[in-house]
């Protein structure tokens, strides 16, 4: 079999990002390998991308048929946990579930647990009524660009966590992730990004860099104390807790 090339590795590399984070299929076919993974980590943003376009294509539809911005955002918000099968979501809740443990092994163990506990419950509760309702309250010139830009910034931010945070355990869905990823792959994670930003206000644009530097520096923090590194359920919090910062300070800036 002939090597790869840059061009058709990377493009192996996009479908996997696509199909681990996504219940869609890929439009092309796949060679797996933990290494493929890792280096597929690069491209989340990108996948995030396409998932905040058809978000927005929903929000669109919902409004057209509707007429009511709530309604609006909360077929958003149902539309991408369809795409992804709440992939994100149950991390953030079992993330959340981790409250209830008094040590780190005790934590760990609570995240694998595949039951939902009263911390995980109200977190996704509060984590979902906030999101529709931060969207709903977007100005309307807005909102499309928001979507799009949140759900790619937003993973963007939760793969940064790896850049200088260990991971926490041996075994997990995540771990072919752990190996690393370097400040290269961050930048052409974040390329597609950089055009979205020319709609925002320059004083959007600093608040969300001082916001994201301050959570990306501060969750490593938690992750570390609490959990010895990240997990697969902490970067799920991580894309949830983000998103939600995001859509704050493209609201609270811009009124």
């Given at each position: 079999?002939?090597?790869?090339?840059?061009?058709?590795?990377?493009?192996?590399?996009?479908?996997?990002?696509?199909?681990?984070?996504?219940?869609?299929?890929?439009?092309?076919?796949?060679?797996?390998?933990?290494?493929?993974?890792?280096?597929?980590?690069?491209?989340?943003?990108?996948?995030?991308?396409?998932?905040?376009?058809?978000?927005?294509?929903?929000y669109s539809l919902a409004l057209?048929?509707?007429?009511?911005?709530?309604?609006?955002?909360?077929?958003?918000?149902?539309?991408?946990?369809?795409?992804?099968?709440?992939?994100?979501?149950?991390?953030?809740?079992?993330?959340?579930?981790?409250?209830?443990?008094?040590?780190?092994?005790?934590?760990?163990?609570?995240?694998?647990?595949?039951?939902?506990?009263?911390?995980?419950?109200?977190?996704?509760?509060?984590?979902?009524?906030?999101?529709?309702?931060?969207?709903?309250?977007?100005?309307?010139?807005?909102?499309?660009?928001?979507?799009?830009?949140?759900?790619?910034?937003?993973?963007?931010?939760?793969?940064?966590?790896?850049?200088?945070?260990?991971?926490?355990?041996?075994?997990?869905?995540?771990?072919?992730?752990?190996?690393?990823?370097?400040?290269?792959?961050l930048l052409l994670g974040a390329?597609?990004?950089?055009?979205?930003?020319?709609?925002?206000?320059?004083?959007?644009?600093?608040?969300?860099?001082?916001?994201?530097?301050?959570?990306?520096?501060?969750?490593?923090?938690q992750l570390r104390q609490r959990?010895?590194?990240?997990?697969?359920?902490?970067?799920?919090?991580?894309?949830?807790?983000?998103?939600?910062?995001?859509?704050?300070?493209?609201?609270?800036?811009?009124?």
């Amino acid at each position: 079999m002939s090597e790869r090339t840059p061009l058709s590795a990377a493009l192996n590399e996009l479908w996997l990002a696509w199909t681990f984070l996504t219940r869609l299929p890929a439009l092309g076919k796949i060679q797996y390998s933990p290494e493929a993974l890792n280096r597929s980590a690069r491209f989340f943003p990108w996948v995030g991308l396409v998932l905040g376009l058809l978000q927005a294509l929903a929000y669109s539809l919902a409004l057209s048929l509707f007429s009511n911005v709530w309604l609006a955002a909360l077929f958003s918000v149902m539309s991408v946990i369809l795409l992804t099968g709440a992939f994100h979501e149950d991390g953030f809740a079992d993330y959340c579930d981790s409250f209830g443990g008094q040590d780190r092994a005790s934590r760990l163990k609570i995240m694998t647990d595949s039951r939902l506990g009263t911390f995980g419950v109200s977190g996704l509760f509060f984590a979902l009524a906030l999101r529709i309702a931060l969207i709903a309250s977007l100005d309307s010139q807005l909102v499309l660009i928001a979507i799009v830009l949140t759900a790619g910034l937003s993973r963007w931010t939760a793969i940064s966590l790896m850049l200088n945070t260990p991971y926490a355990k041996a075994e997990g869905k995540s771990k072919p992730l752990a190996e690393s990823i370097d400040p290269p792959a961050l930048l052409l994670g974040a390329a597609p990004l950089l055009p979205l930003l020319l709609f925002l206000e320059i004083a959007v644009i600093l608040a969300l860099i001082v916001i994201l530097a301050l959570f990306i520096v501060g969750f490593s923090a938690q992750l570390r104390q609490r959990l010895g590194g990240f997990t697969g359920d902490a970067l799920g919090a991580a894309q949830q807790i983000s998103e939600v910062l995001v859509y704050s300070c493209i609201l609270a800036v811009s009124l």
